[in-house]
């Protein structure tokens, strides 16, 4: 890849789980009363055609990692577990009284935080608790996150009987140096013993989580992962690039000096190379960050076209409302996102006080959902178009003016009525899907809201 197209487009952007992304919301005209109307028309809708996803956020960690921007709360006090559950099944109930009929669900996932800091027990009593008041969607997938030093088999065994399938692991990178200044010392032998023993559970997809970019990590470093990655050969992999933000409050990114972070041209050599190295040993790249083999179902509905994007990441199948449970979780109806409060207490208070926990949010108009489904496409298809009028909108001319500069670098072709995206501009797709992005145009942020793309 060429360094001239790496310097040219390392700037600031979203990754694009949503549109509207959430600096742009428009909190001043969010409503809660509005959204779960919203919320409702929607469900009405599709829950007996596709069903309903459910994100469960777990946010608990024993310790810091100092690469993660995720919201997480740092105690070895496992007494939380149980306060935290009940909290969670409270809002759980408010949202089945609202509904107007039992909720068919179709996707479970727990993230976190650390999932695995609760009990198996635990996990168990809240996982039966939720789908007793549900429905189970034919195909239904239920998957959480491992962190690989205390996934136990109890875990691993727990969450299989309760009809999960896939489970990803954190892997991050193996050089002790790294794990050290990341905060996250994890030996390979712990992510084997979980890898495989999951596989002999009866495990369908397990994942792993590799990153570039990392505080002293080199092109070395990241080929020496891959090929410690090999000898596992997880079903798909996420290979992402490490998100620097350390202006957002409390996210622990402040263990290391922006000098110990690779360059541009490094982080992207490291990228080249990993990727160049997972197709070499079978995986298929798959929309952005994301590596599959082709037995698994996240290929195979990128190769049926059925891809979809949200507030989770890349998932293989679609359901027009997610709801989001936990503190700081998010809640998408396709017509409205609503954001949990994001401190502990907050969120806990407010559910006790029989509330839904949503502090902010964002209603989408007409223009919005045109755009959220042209970044939709982009993101998970590499190529939109305007072909139905519905897609179209007035600012197209000036969209495909500001898309010139990619045509001139070989990176997309711009039709009439289409945008394609080449495989020399995938690594670029964020760039691409800001030159949609309207609110961002409209409203160029006065201080850096997002990490670089490169």
Request: glycine residues 6%; neutral net charge; contains cysteine.
């Amino acid at each position: 890849m060429s360094y001239s197209l790496v310097n040219k487009y390392n700037v600031a952007g979203p990754r694009y789980t949503s549109y509207p992304t959430v600096p742009f919301w428009d909190e001043d005209q969010f409503n809660i009363e509005n959204y779960k109307q919203l919320l409702v028309d929607s469900f009405i809708k599709t829950n007996k055609t596709e069903g309903i996803s459910l994100y469960i956020h777990l946010p608990f960690c024993e310790q810091l990692c100092t690469f993660c921007g995720c919201n997480k709360r740092i105690t070895k006090r496992h007494e939380v577990e149980v306060p935290y559950i009940e909290t969670l099944l409270k809002e759980w109930q408010i949202y089945c009284d609202l509904l107007p009929e039992k909720p068919i669900i179709k996707e479970i996932h727990l993230g976190g935080g650390t999932p695995t800091f609760f009990a198996p027990e635990r996990l168990d009593f809240l996982i039966k608790s939720i789908i007793s008041s549900a429905n189970l969607a034919d195909g239904y997938e239920f998957s959480f996150e491992g962190h690989p030093n205390n996934t136990t088999k109890e875990h691993l065994q727990t969450l299989f009987d309760l009809g999960f399938r896939r489970v990803s692991f954190g892997v991050q990178d193996y050089n002790p140096l790294i794990q050290k200044a990341i905060h996250r010392i994890q030996p390979f032998e712990n992510v084997k013993r979980v890898t495989e023993l999951a596989r002999k559970i009866g495990y369908n997809s397990v994942g792993h989580d590799l990153i570039f970019g990392l505080p002293f990590q080199t092109e070395t470093d990241v080929i020496q992962t891959i090929k410690y990655t090999q000898e596992l050969k997880p079903d798909r992999i996420a290979f992402y690039s490490y998100a620097h933000v350390p202006w957002i409050k409390g996210n622990g990114q402040r263990g290391f000096k922006d000098s110990d972070l690779p360059s541009a041209e490094s982080k992207r050599a490291q990228y080249q190379s990993g990727k160049q190295l997972l197709e070499e040993i079978g995986y298929v790249e798959i929309g952005m960050d994301h590596f599959a083999l082709k037995t698994d179902s996240l290929f195979i509905a990128n190769k049926n076209k059925q891809l979809h994007r949200n507030f989770m990441g890349y998932s293989a199948s679609k359901t027009t409302v997610m709801i989001g449970l936990g503190v700081s979780s998010i809640s998408d109806c396709w017509t409205g996102f609503a954001q949990n409060e994001k401190n502990l207490e907050d969120y806990q208070y407010r559910v006790h006080n029989n509330e839904l926990p949503i502090f902010r949010g964002h209603l989408l108009d007409s223009e919005d959902i045109t755009i959220r489904q042209h970044i939709l496409n982009l993101m998970c298809k590499f190529e939109t178009n305007w072909e139905d009028p519905s897609l179209y909108f007035k600012e197209v001319p000036d969209v495909l003016v500001s898309l010139k500069t990619f045509e001139a670098d070989g990176l997309i072709t711009t039709e009439k009525n289409a945008v394609v995206v080449h495989p020399k501009g995938r690594p670029f797709i964020r760039n691409i899907c800001m030159a949609f992005d309207l609110r961002l145009q409209r409203k160029k942020p006065e201080t850096q809201l997002f990490s670089m793309t490169i």
